[in-house]
């Protein structure tokens, strides 16, 4: 059921459905000749879409709309059912009808209100001259023992996801599943989340449903030569996909966007021996501790970013065999990550100069500010006041006015700390959650910041970078002539 109706975010038997239930509730207040045909064509509608949604997979936004029609059914087919059987037809004097068919509307307008809460997520089509293919790796750091757990002999593994430009797929070619490989990692991932934000799984059951406009291990395109490179590190609990839009906007322009999954963090991830890790970073409550083990699992996800590229280094020179193979530019990378991610970015970007640039999502800068960074810095945030928090601001600017290149921090009307993720795309439209801007502006917004910023410092493209910058909210530069 991938098929989505624009606006309404339901799918076409879902349609049916809740129209064949609308239609039940009508047919009592149509004209004698009309309702014996409605009456009889919407139960036939409804139970048909009834079946087809189980055998789809029967969301629970639709069971209100069933049980509305399933209400209003016996009212609707009884006066039919008499007439045939020669006895009058008795049908309920209007004012004791009345209640009846608004509670039923009622009921079945639930339905739609909460599939637009809570949708199957319908992803932008990608701007760029270049299909997306994808897949995903998995590598173990054999010099790194595994800190979050007790054996010894445990070796640091990560999983990676990569959005690459690809070649056009087939007419009719599956998309890729969001949130995992297959539909069952996509629920395990999708119910980890929501425990990881105290909801109840079956409330966002919409999202492991959902498909991208990648393909799994489509052919890589033979046009653009090298493709730059762009790390991702997600947020605290976060996963690899939780910025799929993004990936897929920038892949489609010819970049090719490795994001990871760290191990005993990410809410859940899944092994390609099928285990599923679980997080165990949890805040204690105390502002101290939780500022000492921010930085150190900070450090950790640091760690894991240099290796990741140490790894696509190999992966590009031909080392580990792959179809990328000769076709990424090790000289071109950048370093992202959303909020603890971009603390991460930032922090591998100090530590590995083999990143030519960081994008800070939102992204509070835990551990030491030291050493400097040496490349060029694009933060972007929500509205942020001494108010909301004191320590940010003056933390996130001591840092990029460290920068011995230039830095960027742009502040964006109208986005919360989910904005810069897909959460848009798939939670409810509450400002306070997801910003303000809205689930189309949202993704773009994003991608359009941070893909001026890539264009500008991996490949050199001439133009107006604050200015670009400048037009999509609040921008302050820092100078590295500023901090002297």
């Given at each position: 059921?991938?098929?989505?109706v624009?606006?309404?975010y339901m799918?076409?038997p879902?349609?049916l459905?809740?129209s064949?239930?609308?239609?039940l509730v009508v047919?009592r207040w149509l004209?004698?000749a009309?309702?014996?045909?409605?009456t009889i064509?919407?139960?036939?509608?409804?139970?048909?879409?009834?079946?087809?949604l189980?055998?789809?997979?029967l969301?629970w936004?639709?069971l209100?709309?069933?049980?509305?029609g399933?209400v209003?059914?016996?009212?609707a087919?009884?006066?039919l059912l008499?007439?045939?059987?020669g006895r009058p037809?008795?049908?309920a004097r209007w004012w004791?009808?009345l209640p009846?068919?608004?509670a039923c509307a009622g009921?079945?307008a639930?339905?739609?209100g909460?599939a637009?809460?809570?949708?199957v997520?319908?992803?932008?089509?990608?701007s760029?001259?270049?299909p997306?293919?994808?897949r995903?790796a998995q590598w173990?750091d054999?010099r790194?023992?595994e800190?979050?757990?007790?054996?010894?002999?445990?070796?640091r593994?990560v999983?990676?996801?990569?959005?690459?430009?690809?070649r056009?797929s087939?007419?009719?070619?599956?998309?890729?599943q969001?949130?995992?490989?297959?539909e069952?990692e996509a629920?395990t991932?999708?119910?980890?989340?929501?425990?990881q934000?105290?909801?109840?799984?079956?409330?966002v059951d919409?999202?492991?449903?959902?498909?991208?406009?990648?393909v799994?291990?489509?052919p890589?395109s033979d046009?653009?030569?090298?493709?730059?490179?762009?790390l991702?590190s997600p947020g605290?609990?976060g996963?690899?996909?939780?910025?799929t839009?993004w990936a897929?906007?920038?892949?489609?322009?010819?970049?090719v966007?490795?994001a990871?999954?760290h191990?005993y963090?990410?809410a859940?991830?899944v092994?390609t021996?099928g285990?599923?890790?679980?997080?165990?970073?949890a805040s204690?409550?105390?502002?101290?501790?939780?500022?000492?083990?921010?930085?150190?699992?900070?450090?950790?996800?640091?760690?894991?970013?240099?290796?990741?590229?140490t790894?696509l280094?190999?992966?590009?020179g031909g080392e580990?065999?792959?179809p990328?193979t000769g076709?990424?530019?090790a000289g071109?990378v950048a370093?992202t990550g959303?909020s603890m991610g971009?603390?991460?970015a930032?922090?591998?970007?100090?530590?590995?100069h083999?990143?030519d640039?960081?994008?800070?999502?939102?992204?509070?800068?835990?551990?030491?500010?030291s050493?400097?960074?040496h490349?060029?810095?694009l933060a972007l945030?929500?509205a942020i006041t001494?108010?909301?928090?004191p320590r940010?601001?003056p933390r996130?600017?001591a840092?990029l006015?460290?920068?011995t290149?230039?830095?960027?921090?742009?502040?964006?009307?109208g986005?919360?700390?989910l904005t810069?993720?897909d959460?848009?795309l798939y939670l409810?439209p509450?400002p306070s959650?997801?910003?303000?801007?809205?689930?189309?502006?949202?993704?773009?917004v994003?991608?359009?910041t941070?893909?001026?910023?890539?264009?500008?410092?991996l490949r050199?493209?001439?133009g107006?970078l604050a200015?670009?910058?400048s037009?999509?909210?609040?921008?302050?530069v820092h100078?590295p002539d500023?901090?002297?």
């Amino acid at each position: 059921m991938t098929e989505i109706v624009a606006g309404l975010y339901m799918s076409p038997p879902e349609v049916l459905a809740l129209s064949a239930a609308a239609a039940l509730v009508v047919a009592r207040w149509l004209a004698p000749a009309a309702r014996p045909p409605v009456t009889i064509a919407a139960a036939g509608v409804l139970a048909l879409s009834a079946i087809v949604l189980s055998v789809l997979g029967l969301r629970w936004q639709m069971l209100p709309v069933l049980a509305g029609g399933a209400v209003a059914l016996p009212f609707a087919l009884s006066p039919l059912l008499r007439s045939r059987t020669g006895r009058p037809a008795w049908r309920a004097r209007w004012w004791l009808a009345l209640p009846g068919s608004v509670a039923c509307a009622g009921l079945i307008a639930t339905g739609p209100g909460a599939a637009w809460a809570f949708p199957v997520p319908v992803f932008p089509e990608p701007s760029g001259g270049f299909p997306v293919g994808t897949r995903v790796a998995q590598w173990t750091d054999p010099r790194r023992p595994e800190s979050f757990t007790a054996d010894p002999h445990d070796r640091r593994t990560v999983v990676v996801q990569l959005w690459y430009p690809a070649r056009k797929s087939p007419a009719g070619t599956r998309r890729a599943q969001y949130l995992g490989r297959t539909e069952d990692e996509a629920r395990t991932v999708s119910d980890a989340l929501a425990r990881q934000v105290g909801l109840p799984g079956f409330l966002v059951d919409g999202v492991p449903r959902a498909h991208t406009h990648a393909v799994f291990n489509a052919p890589v395109s033979d046009r653009g030569g090298r493709f730059p490179v762009v790390l991702f590190s997600p947020g605290s609990g976060g996963v690899r996909t939780q910025n799929t839009a993004w990936a897929e906007e920038l892949a489609s322009h010819g970049y090719v966007v490795a994001a990871l999954d760290h191990p005993y963090d990410s809410a859940a991830v899944v092994l390609t021996d099928g285990r599923a890790i679980r997080t165990r970073t949890a805040s204690t409550g105390d502002r101290d501790k939780d500022t000492a083990l921010s930085a150190g699992w900070t450090a950790v996800r640091a760690a894991d970013l240099s290796f990741v590229l140490t790894q696509l280094d190999r992966l590009g020179g031909g080392e580990i065999a792959d179809p990328l193979t000769g076709r990424l530019d090790a000289g071109r990378v950048a370093v992202t990550g959303h909020s603890m991610g971009g603390a991460a970015a930032l922090r591998a970007a100090r530590q590995d100069h083999r990143f030519d640039a960081v994008i800070d999502l939102d992204g509070y800068p835990h551990g030491p500010l030291s050493p400097s960074l040496h490349q060029p810095t694009l933060a972007l945030t929500q509205a942020i006041t001494p108010g909301t928090d004191p320590r940010y601001l003056p933390r996130l600017t001591a840092a990029l006015k460290l920068n011995t290149l230039t830095s960027y921090r742009l502040t964006i009307p109208g986005a919360a700390h989910l904005t810069f993720t897909d959460g848009p795309l798939y939670l409810p439209p509450v400002p306070s959650i997801v910003g303000s801007l809205g689930r189309t502006e949202s993704p773009r917004v994003v991608a359009a910041t941070t893909l001026a910023f890539l264009d500008s410092t991996l490949r050199h493209t001439p133009g107006d970078l604050a200015g670009v910058l400048s037009s999509y909210g609040n921008l302050s530069v820092h100078h590295p002539d500023d901090s002297r």
